[in-house]
């Protein structure tokens, strides 16, 4: 009896180099029987020119499963790609660049915030406040200068939706906000230009 088989494509998965890609590894399966031989089917196996990306694509897992359930239907469902990402092991030393990018970035958000302050002309307009309010001249108005700067503190804090590695609530922060749409964007150029099968040249078929 004729039975269907449903896939559906995982968007991104991680291997590790020179693993062997399955069924199950790249998609999510629903079968009535033999669901055990169709997860375990080969796909590929990593190789060391394909570095770091690897794509596969519906039409390999579909072309696997037909020596495996030749007589059944299979339906694919969702993404028709799937972005395999080769993990390779850390160096040690790789370390030490986080103390250096966050020094890096401590001084160079520091210094932009300095500047920014230096252009709007900020510690004369809280001068001008302070003498707004209380009829007196003073050169660093301390009333003004350290509420602004533990409000600053506090909003970038409640901008970024962290703490530290706490989330303060569920609501994604704008930084994540484009980081995943930049990666939507570069996950869509790597499946276009890694995706062999999606480009065909006109002197191919000859």
Do not use: C
Not at 24 to 29: E, I, K, M, S, Y
């Amino acid at each position: 009896m004729k039975e269907t088989v449903f896939l559906k494509m995982r968007h991104r998965i991680q291997v590790k180099p020179n693993a062997t890609i399955r069924v199950g590894d790249v998609a999510q399966v629903v079968a009535n029987k033999r669901i055990d031989d169709i997860v375990q089917t080969p796909i590929y196996t990593v190789q060391k020119k394909d570095r770091n990306i690897v794509i596969i694509d519906v039409m390999h897992v579909m072309k696997a499963l037909m020596n495996v359930v030749p007589q059944d239907d299979i339906q694919s469902l969702g993404p028709s790609q799937t972005i395999v990402e080769v993990v390779y092991e850390k160096k040690r030393w790789g370390y030490l660049y986080v103390p250096i990018v966050w020094l890096l970035l401590f001084i160079g958000s520091g210094l932009a915030i300095m500047n920014f302050h230096e252009d709007v002309s900020m510690q004369q307009v809280q001068q001008r406040l302070y003498r707004v309010i209380t009829g007196k001249d003073v050169e660093k108005p301390l009333w003004f200068q350290i509420p602004y700067s533990l409000g600053l503190g506090l909003g970038m804090i409640l901008f970024f939706n962290h703490f530290f590695k706490k989330r303060i609530n569920e609501e994604p922060s704008p930084l994540e906000v484009e980081m995943f749409q930049y990666q939507q964007s570069l996950d869509q150029y790597v499946i276009m230009h890694e995706n062999k099968e999606a480009m065909r040249r006109m002197d191919d078929d000859s």
